[in-house]
C-alpha cells in the first residue's frame, strides 16, 4: 500500500511540475494578448507639451480623466516633451497637462470617438502650479494623425434617426462610397463598388466576421447570422465606418465598420437578456425598485433580440 501511495504521489509531482510552466505561459499569453485585441474598439490621444518659448518640457505630468467612469490614467512626457495614451475608453474626457514652476493647464469635455485619434497639445507659462488654466477649445475636426476617411454615429443618433428593422446597418449609407442594394439582404453591402465581403466589421475590436461568406456574424442574415445575433440599438454606445485604414484595423479593402458597446449594456442586454440586469441591480441599494425600473426600461425599448 505504501509503495502504490508513493507511486501516485510521484506521478502526481511530475505532472504538476511540467504543468505548471505551460500554465503559466498560457497566463501570460492571454495577459498580452488581451489588450492587443480590443485596441480596435478603442482611442487614442497623443500630444507635445512645450513653454511658451516652444521648448519641449520634459517630465511633465499629463493626466487623463474619464468623466463618465471617473478614472484616471497619469502619463510623464518624454525628452521631446511628448506623451502618448492609446488603448482609450471612447467617451467624454478630461486632460490635464502640468509641470512645476509653471501654472496648470485643463482641457475640458473632449470626446473621444471610437477608432479616433486626437492630437492634444498644451503649451505652458510660468506661474504657480495651483494656478489652472481652462482651455474649452473643441477638438479638431480634421484628423491629421492618419489618413483614415470616415466617422461615427453616436447612440442618441441612431435612436434619433428613423431606422428600417431597428438594425444599425441600414445607416451605413450615411457615410460616402457606402451603398446598399435594393432589397437589402446579404451580400447587398459594399463600398465603392467592391464586394460586399470585402468589408470589416468589428464588435468592441474584435472580428465578427463568418468564415465562409466573409459578411458579418452581428446583424447579419447570412448563414450563421439570426435573431438571437441582433444587437439592441440602445446597447451599441456608437459605432464607426473608416475607410482608407490603417494595417491594424483589419486585412480587406472595403470599409472596415466597428461597433462599441456601451458597458452597462454589455452586462445588461446582450446576449445575457433580462437575468444580467436582475443580477447586477438585486443586490444594489436602491432595492427592487430599481430592478423593476431598469427591466421596464429595457423591454420598453425593445429588449434582448429587437
Not at 30 to 35: I, M, W
Not at 94 to 110: D, M, S
Not at 274 to 280: I, Q, S
Amino acid at each position: 500500500m505504501n509503495s502504490v501511495t508513493l507511486r501516485i504521489s510521484s506521478f502526481v509531482y511530475l505532472w504538476v511540475r511540467r504543468a505548471i510552466p505551460v500554465l503559466g505561459l498560457s497566463l501570460l499569453l492571454l495577459l498580452v494578448s488581451v489588450p492587443a485585441l480590443a485596441q480596435g474598439g478603442t482611442a487614442r490621444v497623443l500630444g507635445t507639451v512645450t513653454d511658451a518659448s516652444g521648448a519641449p518640457i520634459s517630465g511633465a505630468t499629463v493626466s487623463i480623466t474619464d468623466i463618465d467612469i471617473g478614472a484616471t490614467r497619469t502619463l510623464t512626457t518624454d525628452q521631446s516633451g511628448e506623451y502618448n495614451a492609446p488603448a482609450l475608453r471612447p467617451g467624454n474626457k478630461k486632460i490635464r497637462a502640468e509641470y512645476k514652476g509653471f501654472k496648470a493647464v485643463e482641457r475640458e469635455n473632449v470626446r473621444l470617438e471610437v477608432g479616433q485619434e486626437a492630437r492634444i497639445d498644451f503649451t505652458l507659462h510660468p506661474g504657480a502650479v495651483t494656478e489652472t488654466v481652462t482651455v474649452e477649445v473643441a477638438v479638431p475636426l480634421v484628423e491629421t494623425t492618419h489618413a483614415e476617411q470616415g466617422g461615427s454615429l453616436s447612440n442618441q443618433t441612431i435612436n434619433d434617426l428613423p431606422l428600417n428593422g431597428r438594425n444599425y446597418q441600414n445607416l451605413l449609407t450615411l457615410r460616402p462610397g457606402v451603398t446598399i442594394y435594393s432589397g437589402g439582404g446579404g451580400w447587398t453591402q459594399s463600398s465603392n463598388g467592391i464586394r460586399p465581403d470585402d468589408n470589416m466589421y468589428l464588435v468592441d475590436g474584435l472580428n465578427e466576421n463568418e468564415p465562409w461568406t466573409g459578411m458579418s456574424i452581428v446583424n447579419g442574415n447570412s448563414l450563421a447570422g439570426d435573431v438571437q445575433t441582433f444587437i439592441p440599438l440602445d446597447a451599441i454606445q456608437e459605432f464607426r465606418t473608416a475607410q482608407n485604414v490603417r494595417a491594424d484595423s483589419g486585412f480587406k479593402p472595403g470599409s472596415v465598420v466597428n461597433d462599441q458597446h456601451d458597458s452597462w449594456h454589455r452586462l445588461c442586454v446582450w446576449p445575457h437578456g433580462f437575468l444580467g440586469c436582475e443580477k447586477l441591480f438585486r443586490h444594489s441599494v436602491s432595492g427592487v425598485s430599481t430592478v423593476s425600473a431598469v427591466l421596464e426600461a429595457v423591454r420598453r425599448h425593445g429588449g434582448r433580440s429587437a
